[in-house]
Structures are given as structure tokens and as C-alpha cells.
């Protein structure tokens, strides 16, 4: 069984500019979220999207936004990059919403973006 | 509100040592879940147990073993016969309505 799949793995972006970063669930799964990772802050949640429907944002600005499709890929797009933007962007899917009782999460690679 | 700590930012030891990796959280939940992951340097987060806050059982996987104790809201990580393979950062999270992450553990192992 194939595990979440991001895309790209590592970018490397100027200040300004936007992003999109792909996420491929666990085949099954309808939930996917996306975390944040600096070394400074640590693992932060972004948001979470079940079933094409954001369930739930964590405290980011609106330059960072997402979507998922009915086949539960998801995208999140960054706008206006700044430097503290540089971060490891992880997915992570869920066949249960986050919420749910008893769900586990998995978690992609990750795609590394450097803002210059 | 919820919060997990793990007060060991970092931790070395020699190749065949024990070591354990501290985790408390808070949680006014009665019902949670704690988990733990792996994160090696490739970036990916490796589940790796999930415990239900009704089964305070302790857990032994080959050379893992987890502590789970709910009167100290700890749920320790123990590795018996640490190996080199075994550096990484570990995380301890706690699912109530959402999950939590603790700021983690980079433990190095020295051959």
C-alpha cells in the first residue's frame, strides 16, 4: 500500500513569489492535513481538509490556503512568500477525520522550501 | 487545552546503551489517544504506537517498550540496545479532539 506522497520534495523560491505543494493521501484515506516544521516553532498545524471540505485552520495567515479534490489529493498554496516561510511542509492523511476518536495520522516526507 | 512536553531537547548516547524519552501531557479529555513518531533526517513522520488512555498496559516491541502512566500523565519511550539507525528526532502527540505535537527529542546515537 502506497504511503502519502508529496510533491515537490525541495524548492527553492524567491521572496515574493507563491507556491503550491501536492499531497497524494493513503489510497482510502479522505482526510489529509498539513503541518508546518521550523525549527523554532516546531511541528504547526495549518489545516485539515476531509471529503473536499476544510475542517479545521490552524493560526496562519490568509497567505496560506488549501483545497482537496474528490479523490482527496490536496494542494496548499502559499502566496507573497517571505523568509520565514522556509520550512518543512508535511502532509499527513487520516482515513477518519482528525477529530475522530481513535484515528491515526500518517505522515508524507515532506517538501522543503527555502525562500531567498 | 491541551499540551504535550518532552523536556529532553536533545539526547546522545553510545551505540548498545538504553535510553528513554520523556512525555507529559495535559489534557482535561477523559477519552485520548498518545502516540509516537520517528522522524529521521529524510523528513518523514514514522508511526509509531498509539496508546488509548484506557489501556495503561505497558507495550514491548522488539527493542521498543512504552510506559504509559496516568497518574503522572507520562507516556515514556524506551530503546533497549540503542542502535545507530535509531537517531532521529521523536515526537510524542496527544489526540483529543485534535492532535498535538510536542516540540520532540533528537536523540543521537554514537557508534
Known amino acids: 500500500k502506497a504511503g502519502v506522497t508529496q510533491t515537490p520534495r525541495y524548492l527553492i523560491k524567491t521572496r515574493g513569489q507563491q507556491v503550491t505543494l501536492s499531497c497524494s493521501p493513503i489510497?482510502?484515506?479522505?482526510?489529509v492535513s498539513w503541518y508546518q516544521q521550523t525549527p523554532g516553532q516546531g511541528l504547526q498545524f495549518l489545516f485539515e481538509y476531509f471529503s473536499e471540505t476544510q475542517r479545521n485552520k490552524g493560526n496562519f495567515p490568509g497567505r496560506f490556503s488549501g483545497r482537496q479534490f474528490s479523490n482527496s489529493r490536496s494542494e496548499m498554496n502559499v502566496s507573497t512568500l517571505e523568509l520565514g516561510d522556509s520550512a518543512l511542509y508535511l502532509c499527513?492523511?487520516?482515513?477518519?477525520?482528525?477529530?475522530?476518536?481513535?484515528?491515526?495520522?500518517?505522515f508524507g516526507e515532506g517538501s522543503w522550501l527555502t525562500v531567498v | 487545552a491541551q499540551k504535550v512536553t518532552q523536556a529532553q531537547t536533545e539526547i546522545s548516547v553510545v551505540e548498545k546503551e538504553d535510553v528513554t524519552l520523556d512525555c507529559v501531557y495535559e489534557?482535561?479529555?477523559?477519552?485520548?489517544?498518545l502516540f509516537w513518531y520517528k522522524q529521521p533526517p529524510s523528513g518523514e513522520l514514522v508511526f509509531l504506537i498509539r496508546?488509548?488512555?484506557?489501556?495503561?498496559q505497558n507495550e514491548i516491541s522488539g527493542r521498543y517498550s512504552w510506559n504509559f502512566q496516568k497518574s503522572t500523565s507520562s507516556f515514556n519511550f524506551t530503546i533497549t540496545a540503542s542502535q545507530v539507525v535509531d537517531s532521529a528526532v521523536y515526537f510524542c502527540a496527544l489526540h483529543g479532539q485534535n492532535f498535538v505535537f510536542g516540540p520532540g527529542t533528537r536523540l543521537s546515537v554514537l557508534p
Open positions: 496508546r488509548n488512555s484506557f489501556d495503561e
Open positions: 489510497s482510502g484515506h479522505r482526510s
Open positions: 499527513a492523511s487520516s482515513f477518519l477525520y482528525q477529530g475522530a476518536s481513535g484515528n491515526t495520522i500518517y
Open positions: 489534557t482535561r479529555d477523559t477519552t485520548y489517544y
